[in-house]
């Protein structure tokens, strides 16, 4: 079955970086559009990034344009989501999602908080 699988959230000044990981399992890696979503306290899920199979495209929520980066290796059925410049309010649990043969699946989460 489709499984996906978080790391790397943590604690972090602002102004610090995050990398987080997302590894996938139960699908066609390869063929499916990835995205990485996160919800803060309060808040609704909101999407932050999402890339194409290849990784020929990617789209980014505003607020996150330039000091995100979304990124896959398809050989090793992960996805990445590079986080520089981080401020307070992207502390947020961030999960990993594939739309699956019309099914949206999520990971656990991994909580990021950006705090000094």
């Known amino acids: 079955q489709v499984q996906l699988v978080e790391s790397g959230g943590g604690l972090v000044q602002p102004g610090g970086s995050l990398r987080l990981s997302c590894a996938a399992s139960?699908?066609?890696?390869?063929?499916?559009?990835m995205s990485w979503y996160r919800q803060a306290p309060g808040k609704e899920r909101e999407l932050v990034a999402t890339?194409?199979?290849?990784?020929?495209?990617?789209i980014y929520l505003e607020s996150v344009k330039g000091r995100f980066t979304i990124s896959r290796d398809n050989a090793k059925k992960t996805v990445y989501l590079q986080m520089n410049s981080l401020k307070p309010e992207d502390t947020a649990v961030y999960y990993c999602?594939?739309?699956?043969?019309?099914?949206?699946?999520w990971g656990q989460g991994t909580q990021v908080t950006v705090s000094s």
């Open positions: 139960g699908f066609t890696f390869s063929i499916y559009a």
């Open positions: 999602n594939v739309l699956f043969r019309r099914i949206p699946y």
């Open positions: 890339i194409t199979t290849a990784g020929g495209s990617t």
